[in-house]
């Protein structure tokens, strides 16, 4: 075992006479290994982008809902009113009717 952790240690594997079927699985190995990493990485950034654009998302759904709630209170009557009592146009005090018309030939 002594003998067997020395030629291990001073790389025997590596210069031997059949070294070329060992040489092809360590380049094997190393390109897996290459891949592998790279796979991670690519996996890591998206998860990076979908956790952005899922911040983005409920900032903007956050400004949809405040722009929308900001629109229906510009709508409301009360509040038309007020503005424009401020021009000097009031809501008219008499309700419409209505006008029929018949004709008859």
């Excluded at 998860?47 to 903007?60: F, K, P, Q, S």
């Amino acid at each position: 075992m002594n003998k067997g952790m020395y030629n291990i240690l001073k790389a025997n594997f590596l210069i031997s006479n059949d070294a070329v079927k060992n040489w092809r699985f360590i380049v094997f190995c190393t390109i897996l290994a290459i891949i592998m990493i790279a796979s991670s990485h690519s996996a890591e950034r998206k998860v990076h982008n979908i956790a952005r654009l899922n911040t983005e998302v409920r900032e903007m759904r956050s400004e949809f809902v405040d722009m929308r709630s900001a629109l229906m209170k510009l709508k409301m009557e009360s509040t038309i009113t007020n503005k424009m009592a401020a021009r000097g146009v009031k809501p008219s005090e008499t309700p419409p009717y209505k006008i029929k018309i018949n004709i008859t030939d």
